[in-house]
């Protein structure tokens, strides 16, 4: 699939980032889907279980379209953050442009506000043995 084909180099390139040992382990697409979010449509706080990278690609994001909330890692944990540090970073959703994060990140989609659907392509990454 040419969506597959186009993400794999740069989910090899964020995984090498990350320092990951993938020696006998190749990063495979499992999944992906469409999200068309009219306005007030949202997708709560969630993680991808199963998964060692997700992320989502932006088709259509029209004025009013609502970023990606990224959780602070700490929060589940009730870990306490220097003060003044946001509880969420926000990422623009931009046409043509991906967000790719490891896959144990919580992220929510807050209530959109464009007039116009914002539509996405969303996926995740496994790792698979290089025997089978
Ligand atoms: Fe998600």
């Known amino acids: 699939m040419a969506f597959e084909k186009a993400l794999q180099k740069e989910a090899e390139s964020f995984a090498k980032k990350l320092h990951w040992n993938l020696k006998g382990l190749s990063l495979r697409m499992t999944d992906c889907w469409a999200n068309v979010m009219p306005k007030g449509t949202y997708h ?7 998964s060692v990278l997700s992320g989502v690609f932006y088709l259509t994001t029209p004025p009013g379209s609502v970023p ?17 540090k946001p509880m969420y970073v ?35 990454y496994t790792l698979e043995s290089n025997d089978e």
């Not at 709560?44 to 199963?50: N, S």
């Not at 990606?68 to 589940?76: A, I, Q, S, T, W």
């Not at 959109?112 to 995740?124: A, C, D, E, G, L």
């Open 44 to 50: 709560t706080l969630h993680l991808h279980p199963h």
């Open 68 to 84: 990606l909330k990224l959780e602070d890692p700490r929060m589940p944990f009730f870990m306490n953050a220097p003060q003044g």
């Open 90 to 124: 926000e990422v623009p959703a931009r046409a043509g442009q991906f967000v790719m994060f490891e896959s144990w990140l919580r992220h929510e989609v807050p209530p959109n506000q464009s007039q116009k659907p914002r539509v996405s392509i969303s996926f995740n």
